[in-house]
């Protein structure tokens, strides 16, 4: 499982850079100067362009994936927030399903350990304060709604089932349809028994 290296330094603007994401229009390239344009000018402010990576909300190019576009819907934009959260941080979770409510100094000493001890104090503290930070704006509990809800998304219309169902039955039941014919025939009425005989020749020969 992963755990992210990317951290911000201004944890402060983290809150405010998100408020921005949702009120701005999606851009087709998520760069410095996007950052710029909402606002957020300082030099270390990039650095969230790579936290935004790590969450899955950007590629490499730094194209908006379609989880950032799913945190543009308000309604589930923390949920969407807490899976990229648990992607990211998918070591720290491993060792406790509930690492949102750990405290900044418990998770400074897991990722310490989890990172083999190869990062420095400082750094660690700047990458706990980040996931802390991250975790006070997503919403947990969310989650379990919001997958269902995708889940539901992938369900097929049950109209279009019952129209192809239903097409495929009248192509199976036109399949065993065959033709057959009726004939009535109407005999004279006479005694003479060669006149019988020579309709039921006829019949046998034309027939039959």
Same mark, same amino acid.
């Given at each position: ?76 934009? $923390?949920?969407?927030? &807490?899976?990229? *959260? ?6 720290? /979770?491993?060792?406790?399903? #509930?690492?949102? +409510? ?22 660690? $503290?700047?990458?706990? &304060?980040?996931? *802390? ?6 919403? /947990?509990?969310?989650?379990? #709604?919001?997958? +269902? ?60």
């Amino acid at each position: 499982m992963p755990i992210t290296e990317a951290y911000y330094v201004q944890v402060k603007n983290v809150a405010d850079i998100f408020e921005g994401i949702l009120n701005a229009q999606a851009p087709g390239k998520f760069t410095q100067k996007f950052l710029y344009d909402l606002g957020f000018t300082g030099v270390n402010d990039r650095r969230f362009v790579g936290v935004l990576k790590s969450l899955g909300f950007i590629d490499e190019g730094g194209v908006p994936t379609q989880r950032y576009y799913d945190y543009l819907d308000e309604e589930n934009s $923390k949920s969407v927030l &807490a899976i990229g *959260i648990r992607e990211a941080y998918g070591d720290l /979770f491993a060792v406790n399903q #509930k690492a949102y +409510e750990m405290t900044s100094t418990q998770v400074k000493r897991k990722l310490k350990s989890l990172l083999q001890g190869k990062k420095s104090d400082a750094v660690l $503290k700047k990458m706990a &304060a980040t996931f *802390i930070t991250l975790c006070s704006l997503a919403d /947990f509990s969310g989650i379990p #709604k919001i997958m +269902e809800k995708k889940k539901d998304d992938t369900k097929p219309d049950k109209e279009k089932v019952i129209i192809k169902e239903s097409s495929k039955a009248k192509a199976d039941v036109s399949k065993e349809l065959s033709l057959k014919y009726s004939i009535n025939i109407e005999l004279p009425n006479t005694r003479d028994q060669l006149v019988y005989d020579a309709i039921s020749r006829s019949i046998r020969e034309n027939l039959l």
